[in-house]
């Protein structure tokens, strides 16, 4: 009965406090769990415009604190959830150029962002290649009502349906991609959603190279913004890549830390996004 009670209030801290899940094409063990607070600082003075030209603009900082969590329900359904409990968006003040006059004050704003939860299914596996499906489902409980549009979420209900791949190859290799069709609401375009990843590892470190990218479908309201610096802008699309070093002080607890920047892109800032963690394995 105690091994059952532990499942159920894992299962539901992770659908009640878990955008964007990426774990791989594999699925946990029944009964083992990875479960992770990482925290992401972006700060960017450019922005790339529709249609991929920079500009600049007011610096725009975001600072988020996530949770997030894997664990077995079965050795093939992985039930994953992700939620950003804290985030700060911020906006800096600005002054006329001469006059040293204040033209904007500032503004800040703090607050939870949207989450998501999701289920993730083996449906083969051939030697050391595992295929894997995904499903999704984005809770709008951030904030979008901000002045000025220092939004922490955006406000529909997104479902996601992705399908993956990953192979662990004769050594310290691996590989892992996926590729999904993101269904938005409230008119959100709807887009195609993609990760690959690279894998080295050695002794007590895993030495990674992530690549994500969004591509919209253009099929929804131009009058839907999202805010401003494009932090839930609609009409997104991105290639977004970069390095991430794992520590593993032992077999259940770890840190990690990695940077990312965009390329490729449209209605997104410009910026280096550094991201910092420390995870727990459940085994």
Do not use: C
């Not at 992401?40 to 600072?63: H, M, S, V």
Request: without cysteine.
């Amino acid at each position: 009965m105690k091994k059952y009670l532990v499942m159920l209030f894992s299962i539901i801290f992770i659908f009640l406090f878990s955008k964007s899940l990426t774990a791989g094409a594999w699925t946990q063990q029944k009964g083992k769990g990875y479960f992770q607070i990482g925290s992401q600082i972006l700060r960017a003075n450019q922005f790339y415009e529709p249609g991929g030209n920079k500009i600049d603009i007011t610096t725009l900082g975001d600072y988020t604190v996530t949770f997030y969590g894997e664990y077995g329900i079965t050795n093939d359904l992985t039930v994953i959830g992700s939620i950003p409990f804290f985030r700060r968006i911020t906006l800096n003040r600005v002054e006329g150029i001469n006059s040293g006059t204040e033209l904007f004050g500032g503004d800040s704003k703090n607050g939870i962002s949207d989450f998501d939860i999701g289920l993730k299914y083996g449906i083969a596996k051939f030697g050391s290649t595992v295929l894997s499906v995904s499903l999704s489902f984005g809770i709008p409980v951030g904030d979008t009502e901000q002045k000025n549009g220092l939004y922490t979420g955006d406000g529909e209900w997104n479902q996601q349906l992705a399908v993956g791949i990953g192979h662990s190859f004769s050594g310290p290799f691996y590989f892992s991609a996926d590729v999904g069709f993101n269904n938005r609401v409230e008119g959100y375009s709807d887009e195609v959603r993609y990760n690959v990843e690279f894998g080295y590892s050695f002794q007590k470190f895993i030495f990674i190279m992530k690549a994500n990218g969004v591509e919209t479908l253009r099929n929804g309201v131009d009058a839907v913004l999202g805010g401003a610096g494009g932090l839930f802008a609609n009409n997104q699309q991105y290639l977004v890549f970069g390095p991430e070093i794992v520590y593993s002080f032992n077999e259940s607890l770890g840190v990690n830390a990695g940077a990312v920047t965009a390329t490729r892109a449209e209605n997104v800032v410009s910026g280096i996004a550094y991201r910092f963690g420390v995870f727990f394995k459940l085994l």
